[in-house]
C-alpha cells in the first residue's frame, strides 16, 4: 500500500475513533487526547495577519523536522503570501482567492460570484487529498478553512475565537493564561508528539531581494551595511552583527492597528537622537498605502539629514534590510515580528496589546511599556491612548542604546 494512501487511512480510522459525530467535526465531542502525526500530506491553516504568521514559522521549522518526506502545504491570505512564497521548508503555499468579497457581499448581486468562488475553492482544497489539517489561527474562518480541506485529522486549539473550534475533530487544550503566539502554535504541534525545541524561524529571501536591498543602501550612502550572502533565507538562528551603522523605523500599523500607533513627532525626535546620541543613520520604512508614504516623508523631514526614506519593498525584502540594521524600532505591527524573526536587535513599543502574547520573541529585544491599569485592553479604537502617550522619546532611545551595548 502507498505510503500516503496508508497515512491518510490511519489518520482516518483515528479521526473515526476520537469524533462522536463521525467526520463531521462539526457539534461533535472531538477528543483532547494527543496522538502521534503519521500524516504524509499535512495543510497548515494560518491565514493572516503578517505578525501572527510570521510567529506561526517555527511550528513551520519544527513539523517539517518531524515530517521531512511529507507534502506541507500552508493556507493564507494575500496580504501575508509575500513573506511565504518560496519558503524553502513548504511544499506549497495556497492562497484564499477573497479579495473583493467582502465587497461583493454587500450587494445581493454579487452574493453568487463568491458563493461560487467559495465552492472551487473547496473543491480545489478537497482534491488535494490532505490527511491533516492543522488550524494553527484557531477562529471561524480558520475553522471553516480546516474543516473544507475534509481532512480526516482536523486539528487546533480545544477553544477558538467565535467558535471555529467546532469545525476540528481533535482539539488541543491549551495551558491557561497568556501564552505567546509563538508558543501557542509550538503547543498544538507539541500535543501531537513533535519536538518543538529549538525550532527557529526561517524569512526566505532570493538573489534578487539582496540586489535590490543593496541598490537601495549604496543610493543612499550605506553601501559599506551590505552583509554577507545568507542560503536562500533569513533566520533568528544569526545576529545582526554584519549590519552597517544604520537603525531601521516603522513607524506605521495596519487600518485595524491605528490604535497602537506613537505620534509621528515623537518618532522624529527619536530619529534625531539615534543620529546625534548613537551616530546612526535613520531608514524610515513604509507600507502601500499614500498616507504611510506621506507620513514617513514628514516624519523623515523634521528628524533632518540623518533620516532618509525606504521604497516600498516587498515582505521579503523588509527582511532583508532589517537583518542588516543595528537597531529595529517600532510599535507593535507585523514588520516588528518580522525584523524579530531575522533576529535585528527589536526596541518594541507596546500599549493595548499584552507583550507576554505579542512581543517580539527572537533575537535581542527590549519591551517600552507603562504599568497603566486599563492596559492590556481589546478595545479596537481608543480616544485617549494615555498607554502610547506615555512613552516618552527619552525612553525609546535609552532602550536602542540598551540593545547596542
Given amino acids: 500500500m502507498p505510503g500516503a494512501l496508508r497515512a491518510r487511512q490511519e489518520c482516518a480510522r483515528e479521526a473515526r475513533g476520537e ?19 503519521v500524516a504524509q500530506r ?30 506541507i502545504a500552508w493556507v493564507c491570505e494575500t496580504a501575508s503570501a509575500g513573506v511565504l512564497e518560496g519558503h524553502p521548508l513548504l511544499s506549497e503555499l495556497i492562497v484564499v482567492p477573497r479579495k473583493g468579497w467582502g465587497a461583493s457581499l454587500k450587494g445581493l448581486r454579487g ?5 461560487g468562488e467559495v465552492r472551487r475553492f473547496a473543491r480545489e482544497l478537497r482534491a488535494r487529498g490532505f490527511d491533516a489539517a492543522i488550524d494553527l489561527q484557531g477562529n471561524l474562518r480558520s475553522g471553516v478553512i480546516t474543516w473544507l480541506t475534509r481532512a480526516p485529522l482536523r486539528i487546533g486549539p480545544a477553544r477558538g475565537k467565535e467558535l471555529g473550534h467546532i469545525f476540528l475533530n481533535h482539539r488541543v487544550k491549551l495551558p491557561a493564561g497568556p501564552l505567546h503566539r509563538v508558543e501557542r502554535a509550538l503547543a498544538i504541534l507539541a500535543a501531537l508528539g513533535i519536538e518543538t525545541a529549538d525550532a527557529r524561524p526561517i524569512v526566505p529571501v532570493t538573489d534578487a531581494d539582496r540586489a535590490r536591498v543593496d541598490a537601495f543602501l549604496a543610493a543612499s550612502g550605506l553601501a559599506a551595511c551590505v552583509a554577507p550572502a545568507s542560503h536562500g533565507h533569513a533566520s533568528a538562528a544569526g545576529t545582526a552583527a554584519a549590519g552597517g551603522e544604520f537603525a531601521v523605523i516603522h513607524a506605521g500599523t495596519s487600518p485595524f492597528g491605528r490604535y497602537k500607533q506613537w505620534p509621528p513627532e515623537r518618532w522624529a525626535e527619536v530619529a534625531r537622537g539615534l543620529g546625534a546620541e548613537l551616530g546612526l543613520r535613520v531608514v524610515l520604512t513604509r507600507g502601500p498605502s499614500q498616507a504611510e508614504a506621506e507620513s514617513a516623508e514628514a516624519m523623515a523631514r523634521a528628524a533632518g539629514p540623518s533620516a532618509i526614506v525606504a521604497p516600498l519593498l516587498s515582505l521579503r525584502e523588509l527582511g532583508e534590510l532589517f537583518r542588516r540594521c543595528r537597531v529595529f524600532l517600532s510599535v507593535d505591527t507585523g514588520p516588528m515580528h518580522l525584523a524579530s524573526a531575522v533576529g535585528a536587535p527589536v526596541v518594541a513599543l507596546f500599549g493595548p496589546k499584552d507583550p507576554r502574547v505579542y512581543a517580539p520573541y527572537f533575537g ?16 479596537r479604537s481608543c480616544s485617549d491612548p494615555r498607554c502610547m502617550l506615555a512613552i516618552t522619546p527619552a525612553e525609546v532611545l535609552a532602550a536602542a542604546q540598551g540593545l547596542l551595548q
Avoid at 111 to 115: D, K, M, Q
Fill in 19 to 37: 469524533a462522536l459525530n463521525g467526520d463531521s467535526g462539526i457539534g461533535n465531542r472531538a477528543s483532547q487526547v494527543a496522538r502521534p502525526l
Fill in 364 to 379: 535581542p529585544r527590549a519591551v517600552v511599556e507603562k504599568p497603566l491599569e486599563c492596559r492590556p485592553c481589546r478595545r
Fill in 42 to 71: 499535512i495543510a497548515i491553516v494560518r491565514l493572516s495577519a503578517l505578525g501572527d504568521v510570521v510567529n506561526t514559522l517555527p511550528a513551520l521549522t519544527a513539523l517539517r523536522r518531524a515530517r521531512p518526506e511529507a507534502h
Fill in 111 to 115: 452574493v453568487p460570484r463568491v458563493v
